[in-house]
DNA sequence: AATCGGCCCAACCGCGCTCCC
DNA sequence: CGGGAGCGCGGTTGGGCCGAT
């Protein structure tokens, strides 16, 4: 490893660290390797070099660091022997495997903290930055792989109510928003701008997506039920950003913004001016917000470039999708499979915490007998997902089946679970999974604009609607044509926030909401990133009567 | 038994912050 | 005030280990 081997390798140092100007610079700010002495080593430590550490820091405490090769003649720099002595030899250090009580904290840690290994590494006693971090990334990895979510509902639960409470010493929302959703790039990226324009860029019809940005917006605001994200969509102006994207909603937006506060504390009520107070369990604490996940994870999905939507947002689908008469589609019977809703909050959040196959494992017969998201209990459960997996085709590419204009996407092995299900029961399965089926991540996702098109399409409107559209656009024009009476529901409506129109009971109350999500205070620092191109084209959506106009289901 | 692939984890690397001169 | 030194942090790398095939 790293070109030394062995003991007997210390005193030989390899050309290529001689050839590099410091072998180990110790810091930015100044090498120790200076003034033409001895290359530093690299590589593992010996036994010798740690004997040589442990007296070195015995005698003179942790700290001056670059003083360790000066005063003991061990060519590592300082960097590396703080590392070594942080991770390895300082006494009290905990060797092994996490414990269960560690790695619960660990998962309630980053929930709160987001990558912050070292803030983390304090609350455990005896382990180090590092281990964490390593740890959190074959947990993420083992996460991902099984479709699993990386946060149980436990955990944010107790984030939420530490947040709620005011106890937490630091911000769920904040750090879910700033730490998990930016940070280690598992999470959502800031989409509103960054990563929504550059889909934007990349495809001619993204215009018309702008108006996903307040599927997010909204979804945003209702993932602060659980996991207070509220805070941070008031900080960073995000409800602020609607108006960008949504010019025509400026005397709405304008209007409200400062009645945003009331809705996070009191999301009930919010639920309720939508037009989702159906979904309200009756025991008040398993509400879902699935429909918002079904609008958020959509555009999530478009919005992290990954979407294999394609399956569940098929046409003949999407008339069955407000019926909550189903058997299949009560509430109460879906409750049952439904993760808690913080966890729900986290799959609002990124589509990588929770997959909609991983939704499907936990509502399939694949339920681990725990969910408290140790990574013993993910093996478990992704073993049950193997296993579940081995009983239908391993892979399936969905451009191999009927042909639908949206089935560009490699469909996740994952998704084959619910496969034969969603043939079987596609009302109930649109029902209880079309909340995620724009979050159809997994490794398998084709990364950009293959799998993403799936949602543009769905999302894309018609030239009535959007005039600027050029015939480049219509050649992935939606079939639907309402004029010649086609009882298709129109791909309109499979925009998130058609869905999400599509759930409200009367258009005015989905404007009366939208209008008391999006608040008063305007921002326009966001308008000149969003481009022309979007605020041209948003017109179509600047009108949210259009949106209302959507609710056919009602 | 050999090969392969995934996992683990120690260490490296770059960046940024703080302190001191 | 500016620059250097020291240090910490988070991300990444890559070799060894181990189980599966």
Redesign the pocket.
Known sequence: ???V?SESDCEMIHQDQMD?PV??????????H?GGGPPL?????TAAEDAILVDYVKKHG??????VQKNTGLF?C???C???W???LRPNLKKG?FTAEEERLIIQLHSK?G????????HLPGR????I???W??RI??CQ?AGLPIYPASVCNQSSNEDQQGSSDFNCGENLSNDLLN???LYLPDFTCDNFIANSEALSYAPQLSAVSISNLLGQSFASKNCSFMDQVNQTGMLKQADSVLPGLSDTINGVLSSVDQFSNDSEKLMQALGFDYLHEANSSSKIIAPFGGALTGSHAFLNGNLSASRPTNGPLKMELPSLQDTESDPSSWLKYTVAPAMQAIELVDPYLQSPTATLSVKSQCVSPRNSGL?EELLHESQALRSGKNQQPSVRSSSSSAGTPCDTTVVSPEFDLCQEYWEEHPSSFLNEYAPFSGNSFTESTPPVSAASTDMFQLSKISPAQSPSLGSGEQAIEPKYDPGAGDTSPHPENFRPDALFSGYTVDPSIFNNAIAMLLGNDMNTECKPDLGDGIASNSSSWSNMSHACEMSEFK
């Open positions: 490893m790293y070109g081997k590099s072998a180990d610079d110790g810091s930015s700010g100044g090498s120790p200076r080593k690299k590589g593992p430590w942790e700290g001056n660091w670059n003083a590592r300082g960097k590396s703080r590392l070594r942080a991770n390895h495997a903290m990558n912050k290994w070292a803030r983390m590494a304090a180090t930055d590092n281990e971090k390593n740890y990334n074959t990895k083992r792989r940070g280690s790039g990574l």
